[in-house]
């Protein structure tokens, strides 16, 4: 080979068996996605297949304990965790009564705040002690968690002493027979208000019933009462009011 003839490079044997090894790779990779188009397509027609049967118009007519209500599919499914988005997402044969419409075995005075509820997102309820409590049951049944938040008590909401474990335990023995039904309001925490006792008779007395919860290292102690503080300072980390609904 003369000096003005051009070299020409050809590939080694390390190179060519490199370029082979990185085509098997890529073959390999693009064969298991392919694999998994087919399950993923297989997976969706045999769903398909089980709900064909199942249609749900955009219009349901409900029976509710024998009130007819007529609602949206897109409301009755809005609560993801709730009887009845499992009741119309298909996954169970609900069929509709002669009517047209789909009974539900459970009293129907509350069921419209129910409704309302899940097309706005407010609850509107009146002062009524014992539309709440039977409201509540009918959320716990249907499994609304919006509304069961909102009703449930919650005591010792804002507490820096008890955990969650330790707010029942406080509600389920002391509390239990004294204030079922009630929710609590925070009067005066010592680590946001102030430790000084004029501070505490003022957030604190002519209150009515409280529960006092007081924390000395990892000592937590404390106590309810149905009388008022009337000026009988108390070293507390907490005192709480309940308020009956």
């Not at 297949?49 to 349901?60: G, M, N, P, Q």
């Not at 129907?108 to 002062?127: A, K």
């Not at 009630?182 to 009515?208: E, I, P």
Request: charged share 25%; hydrophobic share 35%.
């Amino acid at each position: 080979m003369s000096d003005n003839e051009e070299k020409i490079d050809t590939p080694s044997y390390e190179a060519l068996e490199e370029a082979l090894d990185f085509m098997k790779k890529a073959y390999d990779i693009m064969k298991q996605q392919a694999l998994d188009v087919r399950k993923e397509k297989e997976a969706f027609e045999s769903v398909t297949k089980k709900l064909e049967h199942v249609h749900f118009a955009s219009t349901i007519k409900l029976n509710v304990g024998g009130q007819h209500f007529t609602t949206s599919l897109q409301t009755v499914t809005k609560d993801p965790g709730s009887m009845l988005h499992a009741m119309f997402s298909g996954r169970f044969d609900t069929k509709p009564a002669e009517d047209g419409s789909y009974f539900i075995d459970r009293d129907g005075t509350h069921f419209r705040y129910i409704l309302n509820y899940l097309r706005t997102g407010r609850l509107l309820l009146p002062d009524d002690k014992l539309v709440r409590q039977e409201l509540l049951e009918e959320a716990e049944f249907y499994q609304i968690r919006g509304i069961i938040d909102e009703l449930r008590p919650q005591p010792f909401r804002g507490s820096k002493i008890l955990s969650n474990e330790q707010k029942q335990i406080f509600v389920n023995t002391w509390l239990k027979e004294k204030l079922n039904h009630s929710t609590f309001v925070l009067l005066y925490r010592a680590s946001r208000d102030g430790w000084a006792a004029s501070k505490f008779h003022a957030m604190c007395d002519n209150k009515g019933p409280t529960v006092t919860v007081v924390k000395s290292g990892n000592n937590i102690f404390g106590g309810y009462t149905d009388q008022s503080w009337n000026g009988k300072f108390l070293r507390t980390s907490v005192t709480f009011s309940p308020v009956t609904q």
